[in-house]
Each structure stands twice: as structure tokens, then as C-alpha cells.
């Protein structure tokens, strides 16, 4: 799809369809009263007869409106004026995307830059719209033997401006949009594959295929042999029950100098979870395709960098195996050693997440990070704390977990700390090992974190688990590309702020 911005006023504009807000309790928007003056009081006696309400998600097409040159009028639905904001833009943008896709207009002018709340930023809003319309337009088809096929697929969103000088700060957030969008599908397609399909070598082509076709991408992969060499004995351990060799994926994006310290995203990349030995009930079993989220949403993101061009080095680093059950599989009881030296006793061999995370944490010092931020479906116990509203976060450095709140907040993509307190640790006691890999039934996303704190030492690390935010279930079922929305705006604003100095 393309976006650009326009001017003029809405009654004048040639275009298929013209895209106008209605609120339930204030009635017409800005452009909606100019084209109820123009067609001689048309929207006002549709809502006065009870035609159309303004409530959130109605939509009403119109055709041929008298005095107006589009050729449609498309309603939307906002509800209250006052209680208009990104989140009922979000929803009610994504029902019109549907409906365009589903009609006639595929080149279309959206008047909805005038419905921004006053204490929102404009590019964030044409952020918003813009990664919204390409969300809802997003289809999976790659395993079915009939591709989506629209006979009037919508091609062309033109924004229109309230003023001129809105232009370039409405230009930079559809970049950003498009940019994130970019990074979201990528981690959608890759989280909706299947797991015989998406498999840690796929992941690997993957990154491969992208240094390819990004300059400022280089790649390397390590395999099940590199690992033994430097002795990854926690993620070799989570490995040991598959018949697909595992991968480490390392993409590095530079984006300026090379002496500036990166900014390290890890993923977890486990293709397929059916808990190995401590195998998990049948019941949703194949939701755990979706077990390499954390990894597939740092691609992602790392698309998304090397889309925008942004001033700054990052690292994606995708621990990827399967966890299963098999004669040579790690048993509950067993002790590793992990790449630090520390010994685990695994209590659990589904709770493999954190051992792929662990060793990927060490090798995150070879680059000497500013920042580490890992991301994984690490536990079931967030999705019961937090639900599908917010990811999880939990920091070792206040200032970091601080600045991921509010970027979430500002992408649409939130989080929510828990701490990460000293008491917490305890529950990881061994009598054999330094540590185990399971704290029990209590505060379960808190000790996974707190396990992996013990790998993160040494430098500034947060830690989002994503079990409740990267996938939705039901008749819905689908990635969700969550957090990428989140990491990008977060890397674009440690860009800007011009913490990594520009490369001249
Ligand atoms: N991938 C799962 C976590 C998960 C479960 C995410 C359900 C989303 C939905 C993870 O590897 C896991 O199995 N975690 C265990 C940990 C437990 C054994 C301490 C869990 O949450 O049950
Ligand atoms: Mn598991
Ligand atoms: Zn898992």
C-alpha cells in the first residue's frame, strides 16, 4: 500500500472514496460538517433520522452524494468525542480498512488527521494510522492453496492534511509506520508458519536472506558444532531431543560507527515447544509454533531499523531449536553447565525457554552492549498475570525499564514491570547445582526473570516476556508481530536523541 498526504477541502476532493469521522455525542467532524453544508444537510438528516449513530466500529458507506466530488463517502464511527484516542482510532480504522478492501475504491482520502486528540503528536498519530491500515490488510496464505485474490485490493491511502505545515511531521510517521509495519509482518509470517515448516534452519535462511538484501546487515550463523566448541551447554541441552540441528542467529544492523556500542535484542527462538520430557497436555499443543515469537519480533525489528536507516548499531541475537521428547532428550534431573560456567539442574525440561536465553545473555558480551533487551514466550504465568493487554517487563536498571514503559505507552504496544526483587531468588535453590532452572508455582514470570538476571550481570538488561501479547487464540488465532511496534519506537528514539552520535 502507499500513503501520502493531501490538501484541499473534503467536498472538493476527486477521489473514490473520501474518509470522514462521525462522533455519537458531538456529531460530524470537521470534514464531515463540510460535506454536510455542501450536500445540503445529507449526513445531518441520516443521523437525525437514526440511519447512523457515530458508535465506535459502525461504519456507512454512501455513493453519489449530491454536491460532493468523491465518488463515496465512507463514515466512521468514533463514539465520544472525549473519550476519542488512539486505542478507539485503532479499532475503528481497522473495520474501514476491511470494508474498503471489500468494495469498489481502491485509491482512498482519509480525513481523519483532524480527529487527533489535542496532547497526542501528529506524526504519531499518522504513525498509528498507517501501521493500522496495514495491519488490518494483513492476510496469512502461505499454506493455503488459494491466496487472498481481492478483485479491487485498496493500493493507495492518501492522508488529508488539516494544514500545510503539517506535512513533514505526518511524512516521518508514515516512514515510521510503514517501516514498523515492515518489521510486523515479517514476525507475523514467521510466527504463523508451522512448525514443520519454521524450523530453526528456516529462521537462519531467514536472517540470511535479509543480510542479503540490507547493505547494513551482516550475518553469522553458528551451529550445533560452534556451540559445542564454545560450550553452550544449557541451549545444546534444550537441543538434544530434536532431530533439526539448532542455530544461533546473530544479524547485526549497523547503522554508524562501528565504535559505538550496540544495542543487543535477543529472541527466543524455540521452533516448536511440546515441553520435552516434561511433556505438555495435547490441549493447544500446536500454539507452541509460536514458541519462536521473541525471535521472529527482533527480525523484525532489525527489518525495521534497516528500513528507516537509523543511527545506531543493534544486534539480534535468535537462540533456535526445538524442544521434544526423544531417547537422547534431556531428563528432568539432569545438570548442565551453561556458557558462564554455571551449573542448572533441570527440574523441568519445559522450562527451556530461559536455558536458549541464559547462554544467548553470556554471548550477548562479545559485542560489548550499551543495552541488552531479551524477548521471549517464557511463561505461562504472564499471560494469567497481564492477559493480552500488556507484555511483561522486568529490568535491572530502573532508568531502562522506565523508558520502555512509556515508549509502550506511545507505540500502542504496552508493557507492564514486575519486580525483581532479591527475595525471589531464593526460590531457584538447587542441593546439586548452583542453580535450578524451575522456582515453583509462585510468581513464575518473576523467577524465570529472576533466573535469567543471573546471566545479565554485567550490563543494562530488560527482560519482556511476551506469552500473553505475541499470539491471539480462539477463531481469531494469529501473531500479533507484538513487541516490534514497541522495540523499533524505542530504538528510534535512543537514535534521536543522539545517545549514538551520527557517523559523518
Ligand atoms: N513456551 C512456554 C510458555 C508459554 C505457555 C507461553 C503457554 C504461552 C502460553 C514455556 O516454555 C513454558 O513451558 N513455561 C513453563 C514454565 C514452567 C515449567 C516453570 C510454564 O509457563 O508452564
Ligand atoms: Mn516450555
Ligand atoms: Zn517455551
Redesign the pocket.
Same mark, same amino acid.
Given at each position: 500500500m502507499d500513503y501520502t498526504t493531501t490538501n484541499g477541502t473534503a467536498e472538493k476532493l476527486r477521489t473514490q472514496a473520501l474518509i470522514v469521522g462521525i462522533y455519537e455525542d458531538e456529531g460530524l467532524s470537521p470534514s464531515a460538517q463540510r460535506i454536510d453544508k455542501a450536500s445540503e444537510g445529507y449526513l445531518s438528516k441520516l443521523i437525525s433520522q437514526g440511519d447512523f449513530s457515530g458508535k465506535i466500529e459502525r461504519n456507512l458507506l454512501l455513493f453519489a452524494l449530491p454536491g460532493i466530488k468523491a465518488e463515496r463517502v465512507m463514515l466512521m464511527g468514533c463514539g465520544e468525542k472525549n473519550k476519542f484516542e488512539s486505542k478507539k482510532l485503532r479499532h475503528g480504522w481497522s473495520t474501514i480498512i476491511k470494508v474498503l478492501e471489500e468494495c469498489g475504491a481502491t485509491d482512498v482520502v482519509a480525513c481523519l488527521l483532524e480527529l487527533k486528540p489535542k496532547h497526542e503528536d501528529i506524526s504519531q498519530w499518522a504513525r498509528l494510522m498507517t501501521e493500522t491500515a496495514e495491519h488490518a490488510s494483513y492476510y496469512y496464505d502461505q499454506t493455503k492453496s488459494k491466496k487472498k485474490a481481492l478483485k479491487y485490493p485498496l493500493s493507495q491511502i492518501n492522508f488529508l492534511l488539516e494544514q500545510r505545515t503539517q506535512q513533514s511531521a505526518v511524512a516521518r510517521g508514515i516512514q515510521w509506520g510503514q517501516a514498523i509495519a515492515k518489521g510486523v509482518s515479517l514476525a507475523r509470517d514467521l510466527a504463523n508458519l508451522p512448525g514443520n515448516i519454521c524450523t530453526p534452519t528456516y529462521l537462519a535462511d531467514t536472517a540470511s536472506k535479509m543480510a542479503k538484501e540490507y547493505k547494513s546487515l551482516t550475518v553469522k550463523i553458528l551451529d550445533r558444532e560452534d556451540m559445542e566448541k564454545l560450550g553452550m551447554g544449557a541451549l545444546l541441552a534444550v537441543a538434544r531431543g530434536s532431530q533439526q540441528s539448532p542455530k544461533f542467529i546473530c544479524l547485526e544492523y549497523k547503522g554508524t560507527s562501528s565504535k559505538q556500542q550496540p544495542i543487543v535484542l535477543i529472541g527466543k527462538g524455540?521452533t516448536f515447544?511440546s515441553?520435552g520430557i516434561?511433556i505438555?497436555p495435547a490441549a493447544s499443543m500446536d500454539?507452541?509454533k509460536?514458541?519462536m515469537s521473541g525471535g521472529a519480533s527482533v527480525l523484525g525489528t532489525i527489518k525495521a531499523c534497516a528500513e528507516l536507516k537509523l543511527s545506531l548499531n543493534v544486534v539480534a541475537l535468535v537462540p533456535c531449536t526445538e524442544?521434544l521428547p526423544d531417547g537422547n532428550a534431556t531428563k528432568p534431573g539432569d545438570i548442565v553447565t551453561s556458557l558462564s560456567g554455571q551449573t542448572i539442574e533441570i527440574l523441568?525440561t519445559? &522450562?527451556?525457554?530461559r536455558l536458549i536465553l541464559c547462554d544467548a545473555l553470556t554471548y550477548s558480551k562479545h559485542y560489548h552492549p550499551k543495552i541488552v533487551i531479551d524477548v521471549a514466550?517464557?511463561?505461562?504465568?504472564c499471560?494469567i498475570a497481564l492477559g493480552a493487554h500488556a507484555s511483561g517487563l522486568l529490568s535491572n536498571d530502573q532508568d531502562l525499564a522506565n523508558s520502555l514503559l512509556s515508549t509502550g505507552q506511545m507505540s500502542n504496544d504496552p508493557v507492564w514491570q514486575l519486580p525483581l526483587w532479591e527475595d525471589y531468588q531464593q526460590q531457584l535453590k538447587s542441593n546439586f547445582a548452583d542453580m535450578a532452572n524451575?522456582?515453583g508455582r509462585e510468581a513464575?514470570t518473576i523467577t &524465570?526473570a529472576c533466573f535469567l538476571s543471573r546471566f545479565a550481570e554485567d550490563f543494562s538488561w530488560a527482560h519482556l516476556d511476551i506469552?500473553?501479547t505475541a499470539w491471539n487464540s480462539g477463531k481469531d488465532k494469529g501473531a500479533t508481530g507484538r513487541p516490534v511496534p514497541l522495540l523499533t519506537q524505542y530504538l528510534i528514539q535512543y537514535a534521536q536523541a543522539g545517545v549514538v552520535p551520527k557517523n559523518k
Open positions: 524455540i515447544d515441553g516434561s505438555k500454539e507452541m509460536y514458541d524442544n523441568n519445559d &522450562a527451556e525457554g514466550t517464557l511463561t505461562g504465568a499471560v524451575v522456582g513464575g &524465570a506469552a500473553g
